[in-house]
């Protein structure tokens, strides 16, 4: 039996997988961490196989004193991080500490931790770069989105992913992650369910790119996996799902409107000023236009993972 970590507790996929590991006999305990206080994190107990703190992350000594506190009294093995900073839109130092440095906290701790052996970091697809000349189907060796002009949004991920992958090898821990299409579902982050959230989807004019969807239940299962696995590497997390844009936006009932891209970019920041809206056509631009597909062959072959689950589309019919 061993103890696991789990951060971004409260979110759908953390609590998911809470839910999860604390009915798993293999778990002895699940150490669950958030930002939210302990009255309105995790809606359910499990006994005493379940403990909650609410830690900020972005605070290196707040990642000490729980890795060398509560992480090290429990005897936890494993840490599945999940923690990162969802919306698309904001920007700066705060955002950056929270998507990749405490991540470089984990990283550093974990290697002179007495009990943590594995770390399994959740990554993105949008780490990939999208372009004419490179494959929409996409394997682990694909070239990374780098750039000067990319946004905080991206960049981030991809110095996480990246900070992940050059330690494997060089810490006495192991790393594993894992580069998950997007959870179409909401309170995930996911930049295609608040495209597809509004009555109108504005898509550009000639283009209909394949893209690949996931469901919380599959991307937690690969987590799980990765848990109880043993080794490291990066692995491609692909959904069930893979179609056209202008079906998916069928399929999910909202209208489908082709536009010329430098229309769709301010409709969509004036969505963003009067509801709030996070989806950001100049974060999306190339995806729009060309689609990319995770190849989930590798996750196949050493995890096991494969996707099981389908979208449940509000309009299936379709």
Known sequence: MISVLVTGATTPMGERLVRSLVSDTRVKHVLAVDDRPPDRALPFSHGKRLTYKQVD?????????????PARDLGVEVIV????????????????DHNV???RSMLDLANRHPTIRRLVVKSHAVVYRVSLDLPILVSEDHPLAMGGHTP?????????????????????CEIVVLRCAEALAP???????????????????GFDPMVNVATIDDIVHAHELATFGSGEGVFN????????????????????????????????????????????????????HLGLVLNGARAKRVL???????VEWPFESD
Not at 152 to 172: F, H, K, N, P, W
Not at 259 to 275: D, E, F, M, N, S
């Open 57 to 69: 992350l972005r605070r290196s000594r707040r990642v000490h004193d729980l890795l060398f506190g």
């Open 81 to 96: 991080h999940l923690s990162e900073h969802r919306h698309a839109l904001d920007e700066g130092r705060k955002v950056r």
């Open 101 to 103: 440095e405490a991540l």
């Open 152 to 172: 905080q949004y991206v960049r981030d991920r991809v110095e996480a992913d990246l900070t992940a992958c050059a330690s494997m090898g060089l810490i006495d």
């Open 187 to 205: 309170g995930t982050g996911s930049q295609l369910h608040s495209f597809l959230s509004g009555p109108v989807a504005f898509r550009p004019l």
């Open 237 to 288: 997390i692909p959904g069930f799902d893979t179609l056209p844009l202008s079906l998916a936006i069928r399929k999910f009932g909202a209208i489908g409107i082709p536009a010329p891209g430098t229309l769709i970019k301010p409709l969509y920041a004036l969505r963003h000023l009067t509801t709030g809206a996070q989806f950001s056509y100049g974060l999306n631009k190339n995806r729009m």
């Open 304 to 310: 096991g993972y494969a996707p099981e689950t389908p």
